[in-house]
């Protein structure tokens, strides 16, 4: 799984003109769900997100994760996060989970954050949206969930 973290002031998702979800102060998170990810991929990931320490404490340091200031997130499904542009000029996304597999994974995912105590909102999975978003900073991240599992250096 790949997801982007954007850290928002206020985020929405709108489809066919009606919005579908909405936060405040929080993250915007993209998910693209990979060919063979997991339950066990999606869990690490919304753990990680619940205590990434990526909002400013009262002396301006990142100390403070979307738990401690109360933050909401929005998930969004977005399986170009899989695109292949290696080969020609028209991106190859045969690398990104059908959806039948990437939609109960995302929805995982989002259920997972809920359960570390993050009030989600979500967008609709397979429909074409509209997002809109106030970027706090501009503040963004890509995490993928093989990063999660590798041994650090150092």
């Known amino acids: ?10 985020a929405s998702v709108s489809v066919d003109g009606n ?8 993250l915007l998170i993209l998910v693209g769900v990979a ?10 990931l919304a753990r990680k997100v619940a205590s990434l ?5 009262s002396e301006g ?3 403070e994760s979307l738990l401690d200031i109360s933050g909401s997130a929005l ?3 977005q399986f170009t996060l899989h695109a292949d542009v ?3 000029r028209r991106p190859s996304f045969t690398g990104a989970a059908r959806p039948e597999v990437a939609e109960p994974l995302i929805d995982h995912f989002a259920e997972t954050l809920r359960a570390q105590g993050v009030p989600v909102e979500t967008g609709v999975f397979g429909a074409m949206m509209l997002v809109e978003l106030t970027n706090d900073g501009p503040f ?3 995490i993928d969930s093989a990063d999660l599992e590798r041994p650090r250096r150092g």
Do not use: C, P
């Open 140 to 142: 963004t991240i890509v």
């Open 35 to 44: 060919d063979g990810d997991e339950q066990a991929q999606a869990e690490a």
């Open 53 to 57: 320490r990526i909002f400013a404490d």
């Open 19 to 26: 919005v579908a979800g909405a936060i405040k102060h929080g």
């Open 75 to 77: 998930v969004v499904s």
């Open 61 to 63: 340091r990142f100390n």
């Open 1 to 10: 799984m790949r997801i982007v973290l954007q850290r928002v002031t206020q």
């Open 86 to 88: 290696r080969k020609g």
